[in-house]
């Protein structure tokens, strides 16, 4: 494992070098899953964290000093988060600890930055619990209650619809949390839930529900699931004759979405963190800088919120003027309207980002960009 | 019809009849697949007295060759259809057959519960190698027939489910001919009834325990195959829950009965779909499982199984 270490951190050592003169850098900590089951996550979002480095040392770095970005390994593995944190903060006195994609690993490790007041930034933790650990502890993308708010907005406006048919699965925390976070709103602001059906994980069959779901004559189907059991339920809703657009959440987000629902899924939709395919200017230039860095590699939704979680942590050193962990941590608290590649990010006072989220559709079996619908 | 939905107490809102038929539909289709898969569960309690628990992961293993071998034929026509169809069959046929000969047929004369450790080991073997071979990943499974949905009223008849029901009739009657029909099948009837004076009569007891593996594997083939082609996402553990409510059907109808089998995959197919459509639908399998439980109460060898008849 060391071996990797000074694999990732010699790099960015070196571009601090062209960089900066040799003062002292900012030491800044990041923990990830770089191997094990959440790897492909993990890598993503430190590819991301890496670019974001790169480019601040490349334009100065911050206070006069360069940053140097020390990562450090969990495996994907329960209980390494923890030690990792205490590592990077105790032995290699870092000012601020970025991570993880998975919100468990977010979890151990955000009491130890607690207790050292070193500032963290989750760069795509969901959980709402993982903030709530203390008052050194944020993030950069939305959180599900957000995301049902938005999904609400997008119904509403975009489709026009008033009357949803909910298709939910009773055995994922994620489901049933993103369908009563949509039901509020959407209902406050005039909408009806006609039918509210509900699955499992792992079902097959959706067709009995969608039998009963169909006479019913709803604007549109909400089913805040995961890709694999959204797919079946656009294909088994088409061949029963339901012909109004079905939408979900950022569960949806994979290529098994078309590969799995073929024609299917044409015209369905979902909210997401990004999409590449977004025309602001900014985008378009992380997309081009991250495909000449990582040999013309699509940076994901993990890239971009990786990135994110550094530019964030960049700005609020600038503007606290120091690396004093209580002065960057009002610092970030007080982020207001930065603009990320995931959008415009204010921090609130749950120290959640309060941000736009990007709808997607499926057109011609590849992603398309829709719009960008803002809280 | 929408007014169907202002009774929250009734546990069943088919007021309107094209959407009983449609769920009729749904149901009978998913319990002729169950059918398929109970009548090797069954097929192999006649002959042995023990649960093939390998038997719903032959399942997925016949989804799977369907799979590979569905990238070799034309997309949705007839004929490459029923080929994959046919070479899936045979070739979990032969799976069936290996498996009998490598793990259970030196058992035979230990316990029953050895016999069935070793099948819940074969189970977890060909779950994980599936894992190993195919991958974790779910796979899509792809169109082998043609795909036409037909509007009959308000009801949607798809063509996959009156395929599912066309081949599971046609298997069933094959399998009524063979067992009731043929020498092979006068021979499955008296080592079902008799073992011991099976051999004395001149039957050679390891083709016939062998060919009935054979024929249950092939009939889980099938039903692999229709399986995955109503719910296109194919996966190493797609068997396990077809393979329980398949046991469960085969329990119901009164193991070691043919026509039980049948009866019992559709019932529980349709009380399925049912409860699914309902707004009870987070119990379903609590309500299938229910009502297997009180007719074993009142019938404890099942709907039609009685202790005394000759078992297949």
């Known amino acids: 494992m060391i071996k990797v270490l000074r694999a990732l951190v010699l790099p960015v050592a070196a571009a601090c070098a062209i960089a900066a003169s040799a003062q002292n850098p900012i030491k800044v900590g990041e923990f990830a899953s770089l191997t094990g089951k959440e790897a492909a996550f993990g890598q993503s979002s430190h590819k991301g964290t890496l670019l974001a480095i790169e480019e601040l040392n490349a334009t100065g770095g911050a206070l006069g000093r360069p940053f140097e970005l020390i990562t450090e390994d969990n495996q994907s593995k329960q209980g390494e988060s923890a030690t990792i944190a205490k590592k990077l903060i105790s032995r290699d006195k870092i000012v601020a600890l970025l991570g993880e994609v998975a919100s468990g690993r977010s979890l151990e490790a ?42 609400a907005k997008f119904a509403r406006s975009t489709l026009k619809a008033q009357r949803v048919a909910l298709l939910t699965s009773v055995s994922s925390p994620y489901s049933v949390g993103l369908a009563k976070y949509f039901k509020e709103p959407f209902v406050e602001g005039g909408g009806e839930i006609i039918i509210e059906q509900k699955y499992s994980e792992n079902d097959k069959d959706f067709k009995a529900q969608l039998t009963a779901i169909k006479p019913t004559k709803p604007d549109a189907v909400f089913v805040p699931g995961y890709y694999t059991e959204a797919a079946l339920i656009c294909k088994q809703a088409r061949d029963l004759g339901i012909d109004v657009p079905i939408f979900g959440g950022d569960g949806w987000e994979a290529p098994q979405l078309i590969e799995i629902g073929g024609t299917a899924v044409e015209g369905t939709y979902y909210t997401t963190h990004y999409s590449p395919e977004s025309t602001s200017a900014a985008v378009q230039k992380f997309v081009k800088d991250f495909r000449a860095k990582f040999a013309g590699e699509t940076p994901d939704a993990m ?22 962990g209580p002065k960057v941590r009002d610092a970030l608290a007080a982020t207001k309207n930065y603009s990320g590649i995931t959008g415009s990010i204010t921090i609130d006072r749950q120290r959640n980002a309060t941000k736009s989220a990007v709808v997607v559709t499926v057109k011609d079996g590849k992603f398309k960009f829709v719009e960008t619908i803002a809280p | 019809m929408i007014e169907a939905f202002n009774f929250p107490l009734s546990p069943f809102n088919f007021f309107s009849v094209s959407e009983f038929l449609q769920q009729l539909l749904n149901g009978v289709s998913l319990g002729a697949i169950y059918a398929l898969i109970a009548l090797g569960y069954t097929m192999v309690y006649g002959v042995l007295r023990f649960i093939n628990f390998a038997h719903s992961d032959v399942f997925m293993v016949g989804a799977f060759i369907g799979y590979y071998m569905g990238k070799l034929v034309p997309e949705g026509t007839l004929w490459g259809g029923l080929g994959v169809l046919a070479v899936s069959m045979i070739g979990c046929a032969i799976l069936g057959m290996t498996i009998e000969r490598l793990a259970y047929r030196r058992l035979r004369s230990a316990p029953t519960l050895n016999v069935l450790i070793t099948a819940i080991g074969v189970s977890l073997l060909l779950e994980y190698s599936g894992q190993v071979f195919f991958g974790a990943a779910p796979r899509n499974f792809p169109a082998l027939f043609p795909v036409r949905n037909f509007a009959v009223g308000g009801l949607i008849v798809g063509s996959n489910q009156l395929i599912v029901i066309a081949v599971s009739v046609i298997l069933m009657i094959v399998l009524q001919l063979i067992v009731y029909r043929t020498r092979i099948g006068t021979a499955m009837r008296a080592v079902s009834l008799n073992p011991k004076a099976a051999v004395l009569m001149g039957v050679n007891n390891d083709v016939v325990i062998s060919f009935t593996f054979g024929l249950g594997s092939a009939l889980a083939a099938a039903g692999g195959i229709l ?57 379903k399998d609590a309500i299938a499982f229910a009502i297997l439980i009180i007719i074993l109460l009142f019938r404890p060898a099942g709907l039609l199984g009685r202790f005394t008849v000759e078992k297949v």
């Open chain 2, 227 to 283: 399986y995955a082609l109503n719910y296109p996402s194919i996966d190493p553990l797609m068997g396990v829950m077809p393979g329980l409510k398949a046991f469960v059907a085969a329990i119901l109808g009164g193991i070691g009965n043919i026509p039980g089998a049948a009866l019992g995959g559709l019932i529980l197919g349709t009380v399925e779909t049912f409860v699914s459509g309902s707004q009870w639908s987070t119990y």
């Open chain 1, 303 to 324: 890239s971009a919120l990786g990135y994110d979680s550094a530019m964030v942590l960049a700005d609020a050193i600038k503007r606290a003027g120091t690396t004093d």
């Open chain 1, 110 to 151: 955000a009491p130890i930055a607690q207790n050292a007041r070193i500032p963290m930034i989750s760069p795509s933790s969901t959980n709402p619990k993982v903030t709530e650990m203390g008052s050194y502890v944020f993030r950069v993308c939305f959180i599900d209650p957000l995301q049902g708010r938005l999904l």
